[in-house]
């Protein structure tokens, strides 16, 4: 059972970041990001590249933050120009278009036969042991997550991203230049969202293009939307609670009898979706609303 | 030069399929001011009843495609009622994500009830018509002649009827439109219900032209969404011609960028005319609200 619990509380982590990530750009911007996976990937196969040619794992992690943050840019200074829902059409193919080049660029990827073997962290003790010290060192990230972007909201600059998200012209008429602001959120959470990916591919040590689907993106999402977008608590909240939703099932499917492991999968699409619609509908505000919102 | 007369004949019928999808997502652009990412599936669901009515009545295409625009009517109008009639006061992500969790939902109840594997349409073989080199396949021609025909209905409709005015001063004002007396909630109604025609019939053509995949329209969601962009916000003429030209693109591209980049050409090509031009092609530069 422990092992289990520590497996779950990693992903917790791995999904917290990642949400983290998205709440600095939407809950707190605006910013309506639809290719958040992109920058995962990105991180993913950045850092198990790296550490696959040989270099150490930390390189290989910061590598693949540093990319997610950087790759944000161009998307940065394309977004300026756009509305909010196109900006949410543009990331989704974004996010697409990296899944196209993780496929087709096998030389470096692999393509579709994907990434196996990626190096471990704490190899050298026993595998339970190792797992633990994983959670320590994701639990650390987080925390460290969290601790900046609680500095980060309640700094000036908090204040005026959150501007730009209530009433951009506001932000204009201040002599604040929003077009900046926004760059700057989407590149610091799409950099959360490498380190994400960073820790997703040495803890699980396979990575394929499959695994990046826009699904991914979406699973951000219900949990920054079940928390209650604009809190930390909230996105903190939210993956614990995507993380129930998806490993519950997998008990739930010992006491349902009729349902095949397939069809477990389609039900968890379907709570997904479902929960999108029904948060969107009765509950916006999530579980935990930002009370600075009125 | 044949090769190329051929791969323009390709992404033209290819170009047609996307017109209809983006042609929806167009409308409900223009008119509930969001783009419908429930479009795509919505489109799966009619290939998935038309295949499905068509092997339990013995090989008619004809009862499979009533029936597909049946059920993806009543399932458009039913997002309507249920959902975007909820939100449609509320800012626009609400209704976007609730489009893609309605995308997520109709998706898995589809491979819930009916599994992964693929389904075909049952159509006789035919040769492809050979002139000097330049092939077409009668096949294409009949579902590229059905595409015209519908897009040329919706047009119709949207242009020579006084339903068609109505969506017009819904679009372009909802409340001006109420004060002057016009019954928005019909206007609504209407146009998710052309919506779930439009999904139906590319649904339809997709899964003739290839198979159907549970992923069959969200594949195609993507083209739809950059031609309806590309062409022009409110523009449904725009976003057909866009749809035209990327399908077009997209296959006379093949022989440069291979096959697995073709399909992010029409991403590319969006990204590329929103900077140089962020009204689209044919849309008016509009002021940002």
Redesign the interface.
């Known amino acids: 059972m422990l092992p289990y619990l520590v497996t779950i509380a990693i992903m917790i982590g791995i999904y917290g970041l990642l949400t983290l990530g998205l709440n600095l750009q939407y809950g707190y911007t605006g910013l309506i990001n639809f290719g958040h996976v992109a920058f995962f990937a990105i991180g993913a196969y950045t850092s198990a590249l790296i550490s696959l040619a040989g270099y150490p794992i930390a390189l290989g992690m910061a590598a693949g933050t540093v990319l997610a943050f950087l790759a944000a840019y161009p998307l940065g200074l394309l977004c300026l120009r756009l509305r909010a829902d196109y900006l949410a059409i543009v990331t989704l193919s974004f996010s697409e278009i990296i899944r196209t080049v993780l496929i087709s660029e096998e030389w470096l990827t692999e393509g579709t036969q994907g990434l196996p073997g990626i190096p471990k962290p704490f190899s050298s003790l026993s595998q339970g042991n190792a797992d633990l010290a994983y959670l320590a060192l994701v639990a650390t990230a987080m925390l460290v997550a969290i601790l900046l972007m609680w500095r980060l909201s309640h700094s000036p600059f908090g204040r005026l991203i959150r501007a730009v998200r209530d009433d951009e012209d506001a932000v204009r008429a201040v002599g604040k230049d929003p077009a900046q602001l926004k760059i700057k959120t989407l590149m610091l959470g799409a950099a959360l969202a490498g380190l994400a990916g960073a820790f997703y591919a040495h803890y699980v040590g396979y990575i394929s293009p499959d695994q990046f689907l826009p699904l991914v993106t979406f699973y951000a999402w219900i949990a920054l939307i079940m928390g209650g977008a604009g809190t930390i608590t909230g996105a903190i909240v939210g993956s614990s609670l995507l993380l129930f939703i998806l490993e519950g099932s997998r008990f739930l499917r010992d006491v349902v009898p009729f349902v095949s492991e397939v069809q477990m999968a389609s039900l968890r699409l379907a709570v997904i979706g479902l929960g999108l619609v029904l948060f969107m509908l009765y509950r916006p505000q999530g579980l935990i609303p930002d009370r600075s919102q009125s | 030069m044949t090769e190329y007369i051929n791969l323009v004949i390709a992404g033209t019928v290819q170009g047609l399929v996307i017109a209809l999808a983006a042609l929806a997502i167009s409308l409900s ?1 223009a008119v509930a001011r ?2 419908n990412a429930a479009t795509g599936d919505t489109m799966t669901v009619g290939a998935y009843v038309a295949v499905l009515v068509q092997a339990a009545t013995a090989g008619s295409l004809l009862a499979g495609s009533i029936a597909a625009i049946i059920v993806t009517t009543l399932v458009s109008v039913a997002c309507y009622f249920l ?1 975007f009639k ?2 449609e006061r ?1 800012p ?7 489009s ?10 589809l ?2 009830f009916l ?2 594997e693929q389904h075909v349409f049952q159509i006789p073989i035919s040769r492809a018509l050979n002139f000097s080199g330049i092939r077409i396949i009668p096949i294409d021609l009949w579902l590229s002649g059905i595409a015209i025909l519908v897009l040329a209905a919706t047009f119709v409709l949207l242009f020579l009827t006084p339903l068609g005015r109505r969506m017009r001063a819904v679009a372009a004002d909802m409340d001006l439109a109420r004060a002057s007396g016009i019954r928005s909630g019909r206007v609504m109604i209407a146009l998710w219900a052309i919506s779930g025609v439009l999904s139906a019939v590319a649904g339809i053509m997709v899964g003739i032209k290839t198979v159907v995949t549970p992923d069959l329209g969200w594949d195609l969601l ?1 083209p739809a ?2 031609a309806a ?1 590309l062409g022009g916000i409110g523009s449904p003429g725009g976003a057909v011609l866009a749809a035209i030209l990327l399908g077009v693109a997209q296959e006379v591209s093949t022989p440069f960028v ?1 096959f ?2 073709k ?2 050409l029409s ?2 090509a ?2 590329a005319v ?2 140089v031009r ?1 009204a689209g092609l044919f849309g008016q530069p509009e002021r ?1 609200r």
């Open positions: 652009f969001f783009p959902v909820k939100l509320r626009l992500v609400a209704s976007l994500i609730a893609i969790g309605i995308a997520f939902f109709l998706r898995s109840m491979t819930f599994g992964f993507l969404f950059a962009i291979g697995t980049y399909i992010a991403f590319v969006l990204i929103l900077i962020p940002v």
